[in-house]
């Protein structure tokens, strides 16, 4: 039987990254939710004066700095799912399933009408 | 050996999902980065009122509409790590070692400094 | 008469600013959305592990800090309302008049109900 | 003499809005940042999906609805600036005299190397 949550090991780690250093004290969903979004900022400002095009082939020095802007948000999304007591792979899995329905294939090829309804 | 990346299955349904309806077109990295920051947003409202407190004892409603944020921003966090070739789990690894080093846990215990300094 | 845009000075100095550097390519509403949602995050950093009451009384340097950060903001929404025509002060005052009747004072008072809504 | 700050009717409105329905008590600068940076992620969900040159086009009714979100980011951003006893303009043209220092126009025209920079 599979491990029923493949981040298991890295919300560990994390858990106990901040217990060592006492810090689970300030680890509300608020203010976790608050550093996430400070996060996905920083991430967006190596993005924000490129064009589309552009932003799909960065100078490798560009990539490395944007995937550990990646690695924030990430970081401080498991550590909300901790704080939260949710699974995110399931979460995102149930998400999937709603948006089959919501979108079938069929109707939303091509065009981005379902982002715009969204 | 175990599997090299755990969210390979997430990040395969996700892809195929986004190629069946013909909308990897709108997944640069730009684009993906813009959805994130929006649904960091959306993950956030539920809380801007809130006490630190209050936020950690949500009603089991909130509780369901806050974990379905977190997997929208997650969702879009693996799209966009498929778009630019990153390995989530291991960047968020490479990231602790360092932050294990910048923070020991006998200097940094039970305050917040080193949160002002980030 | 009154000036009908009290902010005519600030987005006309803004704007010969942006001529000046052949910058005004790069101020499209997506790209200055992009930016002021950055400098959101930027001024939010300062607050992400305070208490409410600690973020009513900061530090001399640290308000400083965050008022640069709200002039940022400020600008990127300024420059943004020059691309989009828009003049904020009457689009504020548009949506009070509109807040004004979708909560009455009386039934409004003192709970955050209202922000459960929003 | 003019006024020393055209903003003044604006934030005595909104100081009276909130007095009225006895909302100061949420309004710690905290609290007011983490609404102004959801509002300002509902801003740019307009155009997370869009071009650039798309987003200089927009449809009338888009437009109302962009300009409405905009009205929110200000209203946050002036009660902010209550909260904080900062004087919003002035802090604006603090910025620009900074800018003017840092981006000389005759080195800065044409291209975004300044924008990579900050």
Known sequence: M???NPLAPLRQRLLEFAQARDW???HS??????????EAGELLEHFQWLTDEE???LAPAKREAVAAEMA???I????LSTAMGVDLVQAAQQKIDLNEQRYPAERARGHNRKYDEL
Chains 1, 2, 3, 4 share one sequence.
């Open 2 to 4: 599979p491990d029923p």
């Open 24 to 26: 689970l004290q300030f």
């Open 55 to 57: 932003s799909r082939h």
């Open 76 to 79: 401080y999304l498991v550590q």
């Open 72 to 74: 924030d948000v990430f």
């Open 29 to 38: 969903p608020k203010n976790l939710s608050c550093a996430l979004v400070v």
